[in-house]
Structure formats: C-alpha cells, structure tokens
C-alpha cells in the first residue's frame, strides 16, 4: 500500500522554498538594475514585466513558508550575474540565468515532498521556460536557425543547490 | 492523398457549417447532464412488465462506474494520449500545407519533440508496470481537436490559425504537466513530468514571440510603472504572458467570420476526470 505525499511543506521542503526564494529575489535585483543602468534595450517593459514576475514569485514562496522565509536574495547568484547584466551581454546572460532557475527549480521538485510546494515551483518553472523564449528574443537569436537555444537547457548550464 | 488529408476532410465534411460557438467542456458536462436527467425521467417511466400504466420508481438496474484511483500510470498514459493528440495536429497541418518556410520548420520540431514525449511518458508507464497508450486521447480528440482542425481548414488564413492553435494546444500541454504535480505520488516522476512540461510552455513561447515580437513580456496584472505598462487590450499571444503557469481554460480565435464578423472561439481545458486514460478502458 502506498502513502499519500503530505501536502503543506515538510521541515526539508521549507529549506528548499526557502532557497527557492532567494534565488527569485536576486533575479528580480537583477532585473531592476539592468533598468537603472539602462541595459534592458528596447524592450524596458518586458524586462520591467520579468522582474515582476520574479518578485511574484517569491512573493508566493514567502505566503507558503511564512516566517521562514529569507526574504533576502542568494548572493552568491546575483554578484556572479551581476557584471554582464549590462550593455550587450545582457539578454544572454539573462538567458543563462533563466536556463538556470529552471534547472534549478527541476532540481528542487525531485527533493520536495508536499504537494503544495510542489504544484508552485512547478507553476513557477513553467513561466521561468518562457523567460527564456523571451530573452533568446530580445538577443536577437534566430529561432529557425537555433532552436535548441530556444528549448533546451545548454549543457554548461548547473542547477543550483542549497548544498552547493 | 495520405491517410491524414483524408482524415482532415473527413473531418472538415462531417463538421461543415456546424456552429462551435463557446465550445468547452464545461458546457458539454451541463448538456451531458441535461441528456442524462431526461434519459432517467424515460427510464423511471418505462418498466419491465407492459401493464400499460406508467409508473415511477421502477427504472432498470444500473451498473455503477468502477470506483478507480487516478494512480501515476493513469496520469502518464492520459499524458502520452495528449502527445498523440499534439501529434496529430502537427501531422495533419503537415500534410495539408498550411505551413511553409520558417513556420514549418518550428512546427516539423515540434512534432519531434512530441514523439520524443510520447515516447518518454510511455516508456515511463511501462517502468511503473502499466500498459503504454498509443493513440490520441479520445474525448479530447472528439471535444477540440478535430473541431478546432475543421475551422483551421475553414480559415480564411490557415496558416495563421494553425499557429494560434498551436499555440494554445502547447500552452495546453505545460499547463496538464503542471496540473499533474500535486497529483503525482512519487517526487522524482514529478521533475520528469515538469522536465517534459517546460518544454511544453517553451513551444508556446516560441509561437508567441514570432506573432508577438514587439512585446515579449506581458504587463497584464502586475503593479509596474505607467512607463512599462502596455497600452491597450491584451494581445492574444506573448512569449510570456504571466507571472505563472496557468490552469485556466486556454482560448483561441479559429476558423472563417460569419455574417456578423465573429468567429469561432474554442476554449481548450486541462483533462479531468473523465477525459483521463484509465487502465479499465483498454479495449472499450
């Protein structure tokens, strides 16, 4: 007979949320200041629209795991993106970086043992593949002539992981 | 002609000049139901013995339905029944021509990329000690897909119908693996469902910046400065369109205007219960 997974988060699973959230945190950072510096091209919206999302995302994580959440982000993340998060380097360093989250969130789903938890990094890693469709755009990649850039997570790309 | 051109006119003939307007499954339940109530006022009414005097109370014995778990080999053989329903799509478009130079090639990928799915999902049935299904889920079939492939022959512009419906019959397909998390027991077959599912969304994402380009990322519902906000409706297509995985119904414009310059809108919707592929159904 089989067991029926928790639903509400296990002690493990609100470690991982936790890293979850931080690392939606330095994306939104991230993205805010790819504004300010003016790098975001000529899309400002979209890019505006990303860190939005980023920020709702973490937004959620914080709502499931209350008060133990960070609400801070993972450093280490955002000062290795931070230096080509600007000029022309920007929309595919922005690409590796959603390549990264959502390995890092197909990671996170096969370690996460409530169903709640794991029905919202789902949700999140399903808007994350599209960030990267968006951002092999705006680099100017073409989509018929490399398609794989559009759909698959490159093989230099590493999960991240809280253990790391 | 192949066995897919034919299918398609098949299909296109026996639907013509029927009216889709505001098909979705939720409307198909209610007027299920409506035919069931009405079919159990007969029943009631009806009897065994002719004694000529309706009477009430003595319907028929009924076989209740099997009382059957939806266990991770349903979910992965309904999973792989929506591949084949994707690949039927891409097949038949293929074969009637709709699509051409840059269009094709994406969609041929697709395709690929759907067989490869399907194969995935059915190999990982098997491991689970299931029997792997091998066609196009039925009542979805029934329900949108050839419904939706008779307007798209319909359309005044095929090409662009067929890229809308692709886009959300892939939206559609992120958002079942999606919806298939919570539900799935064991964790590792959850990342390999999402594995499949991400790639999904980015089918629909890609569609959605080559009819979009101008705005990758859409601003509906969030709180962003005016500057970054869009002017206007909503457009049907971004490369992103939210801040999460939807589970709402997915919609799309499809086939020729009427008289009064509206056209059809389809709503395509996650499977549920009973579009799922039970075990018990083999040879039904």
Do not use: W
Not at chain 2, 6 to 23: C, E, N, Q, Y
Not at chain 2, 27 to 56: H, P, Y
Not at chain 2, 192 to 216: F, K, S, T, W, Y
Not at chain 2, 246 to 258: C, D, F, R
């Amino acid at each position: 007979m089989t067991t029926s997974p928790p639903r509400r988060p296990t002690d493990a699973d609100i470690e991982l949320l936790a890293y979850a959230q931080q690392a939606e945190l330095a994306a939104r950072d991230l993205y805010n200041a790819a504004l300010e510096n003016g790098s975001a091209g000529d899309q400002p919206g979209s890019i505006a629209a990303l860190a939005a999302h980023h920020d709702a995302a973490s937004q959620a994580i914080s709502s499931m795991i209350g008060r133990n959440a960070p609400q801070a982000r993972l450093e280490t993340l955002f000062t290795s993106f931070k230096p080509s998060f600007s000029g022309s380097e920007f929309a595919t360093s922005a690409h590796q970086l959603e390549n990264t989250l959502v390995a890092t969130h197909g990671s996170l789903l096969e370690n996460l043992e409530g169903t709640e938890g794991a029905a919202l990094v789902a949700s999140v890693m399903i808007a994350e593949a599209r960030h990267v469709v968006a951002l092999a755009a705006l680099a100017g990649i073409s989509p018929a002539s490399n398609t794989d850039a559009y759909l698959t997570i490159p093989a230099d790309v590493v999960a991240l992981s809280p253990e790391a | 002609m192949s066995n897919d051109n034919k299918t398609l006119a098949s299909i296109v003939r026996a639907t013509a000049g029927a009216d889709f307007s505001h098909l979705s499954r939720r409307r198909f339940l209610l007027a299920g139901g409506a035919t069931i109530s009405f079919g159990a006022l007969l029943a009631a009414c009806g009897g065994g013995e002719k004694s000529g005097i309706a009477r009430v109370g003595l319907a028929p014995e009924t076989t209740a339905l099997p009382d059957v778990p939806v266990t991770d080999i349903t979910l992965l053989r309904t999973a792989t029944s929506l591949e084949h329903n994707a690949i039927f799509v891409y097949e038949a478009v293929a074969d009637a021509g709709f699509l051409s130079g840059d269009a094709a090639q994406l969609a041929s990928r697709f395709l690929s990329d759907h067989k490869a799915h399907a194969d995935a999902t059915a190999s990982l049935t098997s491991s689970l000690g299931g029997t792997p299904f091998t066609d196009p889920n039925p009542r979805l079939q029934s329900l949108y897909i050839e419904p939706a492939l008779a307007l798209v022959a319909q359309a005044d512009d095929p090409a662009a119908d067929s890229l809308a419906l692709a886009y959300a019959l892939e939206t559609l397909a992120g958002a079942t693996y999606q919806f298939y998390v919570p539900m799935i027991a064991e964790p590792s077959l959850r990342a390999q469902a999402m594995g499949i599912g991400q790639q999904e969304a980015r089918h629909a994402a890609v569609i959605g910046a080559v009819l979009n380009p101008d705005r990758l990322v859409s601003s509906q519902g969030l709180a962003l400065k005016a500057e970054y906000r869009e002017e206007g409706d909503p457009l049907p297509f971004y490369a992103s369109p939210s801040a999460f995985g939807t589970q709402s119904p997915v919609p799309v414009t499809l086939g020729p205007a009427n008289e009064s310059g509206s056209r059809t809108s389809v709503n395509l919707e996650t499977p549920s219960l009973n579009s799922m592929v039970y075990e018990y159904l083999d040879g039904e």
